[in-house]
T-cell receptor, first 110, second 113 residues
């Protein structure tokens, strides 16, 4: 079963534009993570935000978390063709039980 | 450090045949996960190990799926007999205790004909 649901399901933008993906989840969490998956490959961890944090930055990535709305967003600034991938949010409800969302497929057009 | 290693990368079998997947986690990672990923979907947890103990196997279809993690290191996931609906990518991941971050292998893509 999927804990999170990403929105939009697919996103196509021009290189240099910003990409925003949203994630909604159902139950309380210890932390929320974002992962990237290139086609045919495994998932790669991008960033983790704890339930007591509201915003976190890592390079061109900005993640926000609103626990009252059970939602998170991932912003990729100044996108590049190499950012083309699927992006998944994952929630850790405790004891390292990590549950993934349905994913957003991002296409960055050069 | 070496990453999570999975084999085989690809497997094609006929229905009702058995199949096994192997995973070698990152050294020192005590938590090991097996996920199933259908095309266009997110990974779904099958089983999670803390060292050699299966602490969450509620989503593992136990009539045909089995898993083991001997000595708390390598793990094997087995399907017997395979069904058409088992065609998917089987992902293994590991993590160090209380860090949150999962490290994934490249996955084993199963096609059941």
């Amino acid at each position: 079963s999927q804990q999170g649901e990403e929105d939009p399901q697919a996103l196509s933008i021009q290189e240099g534009e910003n990409a925003t993906m949203n994630c909604s989840y159902k139950t309380s969490i210890n932390n929320l993570q974002w992962y990237r998956q290139n086609s045919g490959r495994g998932l790669v961890h991008l960033i983790l935000i704890r339930s007591n944090e509201r915003e976190k930055h890592s390079g061109r990535l900005r993640v926000t978390l609103d626990t009252s709305k059970k939602s998170s967003s991932l912003l990729i600034t100044a996108s590049r063709a190499a950012d083309t991938a699927s992006y998944f949010c994952a929630t850790d409800g405790g004891y390292q039980k990590v549950t993934f969302g349905t994913g957003t497929k991002l296409q960055v057009i050069p | 450090e070496a990453g999570v290693v999975q084999s085989p990368r690809y497997k094609i079998i006929e229905k009702k045949q058995p199949v096994a997947f192997w995973c070698n986690p990152i050294s020192g990672h005590n938590t090991l996960y097996w996920y199933l990923q259908n095309l266009g979907q997110g990974p779904e947890l099958l089983i999670r190990y803390e060292n050699e103990e299966a602490v969450d196997d509620s989503q593992l279809p136990k009539d045909r799926f089995s898993a083991e993690r001997l000595k708390g290191v390598d793990s094997t996931l087995k399907i017997q007999p395979a069904e058409l609906g088992d065609s998917a990518v089987y992902l293994c991941a590991s993590s160090r205790e209380n860090t949150g971050e999962l490290f994934f292998g490249e996955g084993s893509r199963l096609t059941v004909l």
